[in-house]
């Protein structure tokens, strides 16, 4: 049996699908005890279900900072002190100029910045020392995608926020560290391709503009916040890893660019 994680205990916010729920199944299966938040009551039953009993599932939504203190707490109590945090939750959001309202821009600064320091703020006193905090990037943050502005804002903003959570945490052993990744086959995705065959014209675009040729799986990013996660990296520390089929590092290398 994989234990990279025995007597380890996470919390993974937005944790009931995509990669967040990727990332649940791996920490089970490497012996975590397991909790995950989400706002949808449904699909955090369903995903309790399937974990089993290492996991616990509790209704709190991102933007809320007493649920989320209240989720802390809950999990401490239930599973002892937190060793992990992956802040994962967040929302995608088209905010172009001279078309977004206020409301729309700063919906999503709340739920992918603002959302994730008062989410490593409420875990913090029940982080115990040496703990791994794992924050979720994009590569909407370095690419310029039209129409991103608050999105990549976010993302530039949670890998900037990271450094000086080191800077903070280090002297209690605590390690952040952020995990950026490329397109992934998740519900993120449901807007924009909401038909099977409008998601695979947009997945073969995405894997031309991909130098490895493919769109990313969401086991791909969660093996990435397993290793940030474990002992395997101790000495990792305030790094950003972009998991994104060199998206990001060798843009010219992609498919469409090839002879």
């Known amino acids: 049996m994989a234990n990279r994680l025995v007597n380890k205990t996470a919390l993974i916010t937005g944790g ?5 729920l990727a990332t ?5 299966a490497e012996g ?4 995950i938040t989400g706002r949808n009551k449904e699909t ?19 933007n809320d900072v007493a649920a989320t203190e209240a989720a802390v707490k809950q999990a401490a109590e239930k599973f ?4 992990i945090v992956f802040a994962n939750a967040g929302i995608p959001g088209n905010t172009p100029v001279g078309k977004t309202t206020l409301e729309a821009f700063e919906q999503v600064i709340r739920t992918n910045l603002t959302s994730v320091f008062f989410t490593v703020q409420a875990a913090l006193p029940y982080l115990n020392d040496n703990a791994s905090v794992v924050l979720n990037g ?9 129409g991103y502005s608050a999105y990549a804002a976010t993302k530039a903003g949670v890998t900037a926020m990271a450094r000086v959570m080191v800077s903070e945490l280090s002297p209690r052993g605590i390690r952040i560290n952020v995990v950026a990744p490329g397109a992934a086959r998740t519900p993120i995705w449901n807007g924009a391709a909401p038909t099977a065959d409008a998601f695979a014209a947009l997945e073969k675009r995405i894997a031309g503009t ?3 040729g493919r769109i990313a799986e969401p086991d791909h990013i969660a093996k990435t916040v ?29 498919p469409v660019f090839r002879g």
Not at 24 to 28: E, G, I, K, Y
Not at 228 to 241: K, N, P, W
């Open 32 to 35: 975590a005890k397991v909790t």
């Open 210 to 212: 991909t130098p490895l």
């Open 80 to 83: 002892g002190k937190l060793d």
């Open 16 to 20: 009931n699908s995509g990669i967040g």
């Open 24 to 28: 649940a199944r791996l920490f089970v």
């Open 138 to 146: 994009s590569v909407i943050s370095v690419l310029g995608n039209p």
């Open 226 to 254: 397993l290793f940030l996660a474990s002992d395997d990296a101790a000495h990792v520390q305030g790094q950003e890893i972009f998991v994104d089929g060199g998206a990001t590092s060798s843009p010219a290398g992609a």
């Open 44 to 62: 955090l039953a369903a995903a309790a279900k399937e974990l089993g009993p290492n996991a616990l599932a509790i209704v709190a939504d991102a």
